[in-house]
């Protein structure tokens, strides 16, 4: 896939340079509109997911120093958002964005001018349809003590004995799933408000101060789990042509079809606890 998008960005630079196209001034025609009439923006629904109490935050704890996974979203550039403005499919792919920005094609009258150049097939946008979270995706640590032969309450807290990592991805194959792992997290983000990434460690030592109970002629065990959110929606593709006639660049996407698609997503840096006490061994 880089290959193939690097042989594109040579091909379109060079047709560029060859057509002996310059910069224009000229401003955009106030006539000209977006192909769909956008409606009015609407509330924002609170979509954000709320942490029960069972699951704490251990950032600042965490022996191994998760790097911050921010929203990979690329800012279009105005040429390319310009771009983007006449395409007939929604594009909110950020690797295809960032192609359009490191191209430039100067806006010039050229004599004859009428090219369609290929780019390739793309998923181009990600619609979510469910972002519902499981406390409980993976446990990576089990804190134990056995207190049959104790008079007293015993106290024990959380100490993470080995390092884990926890990985999340795609539930099924999909064609250029990078691509749609971006969209997916991009969108999980924004309606969960929580710190997610595909991947997650857990380092070796990292404890909690909360303490927990185990009465006398009881076994305790403390649990710890990593949540995940479980993200489900649809990835529409297309193949995108960026079509040249005279001065008027724009973007057509032909053979549109669309797929369900589901993920597990970790979130970072956090731990939901299950305490429970026995007579007999678990």
């Not at 042989?7 to 910069?23: E, K, P, Q, R």
């Not at 704890?61 to 310009?82: A, H, I, K, V």
């Not at 960032?98 to 998923?123: D, F």
């Not at 380092?203 to 990593?226: C, E, H, M």
């Amino acid at each position: 896939m880089k290959i193939m998008r690097t042989v594109l960005m040579v091909i379109l630079a060079f047709f560029v340079a060859t057509t002996g196209i310059h910069a224009e001034s000229s401003p955009k025609k106030s006539n000209e509109k977006p192909k769909e009439a956008e409606k009015a923006p609407k509330a924002k629904e609170d979509t954000s997911v709320k942490i029960p109490n069972s699951v704490l935050n251990i950032a600042k704890e965490n022996t191994y120093p998760n790097s911050t996974q921010d929203q990979p979203y690329l800012q279009p550039s105005e040429w390319s958002q310009e771009l983007i403005e006449t395409s007939n499919v929604r594009i909110e792919n950020p690797n295809l964005i960032r192609m359009l920005n490191e191209s430039t094609v100067n806006k010039a009258p050229t004599i004859g001018l009428r090219a369609t150049i290929y780019l390739g097939e793309w998923p181009l946008n990600y619609a979510s349809t469910e972002t519902s979270p499981n406390w409980e995706y993976q446990k990576v640590n089990t804190n134990y003590f056995d207190n049959r032969g104790g008079k007293n309450n015993y106290q024990i807290h959380y100490v993470q004995e080995a390092q884990k990592v926890v990985k999340g991805g795609l539930t099924a194959k999909v064609p250029h799933a990078d691509d749609v792992e971006k969209m997916m997290l991009i969108k999980a983000m924004d309606k969960s408000k929580l710190p997610l990434a595909f991947q997650t460690i857990v380092g070796a030592g990292t404890k909690k101060d909360q303490v927990y109970n185990i009465s006398p002629k009881r076994l305790g065990y403390l649990y710890a789990y990593a949540p995940a959110i479980n993200e489900k929606g649809k990835v529409t593709y297309g193949e995108v042509y960026l079509v040249m006639k005279g001065t008027k660049r724009s973007i057509v996407v032909k053979n549109v079809t669309s797929q369900g698609v589901g993920a597990w997503i970790p979130v970072q840096d956090h731990v939901h606890f299950g305490f429970m006490a026995s007579e007999t061994p678990r």
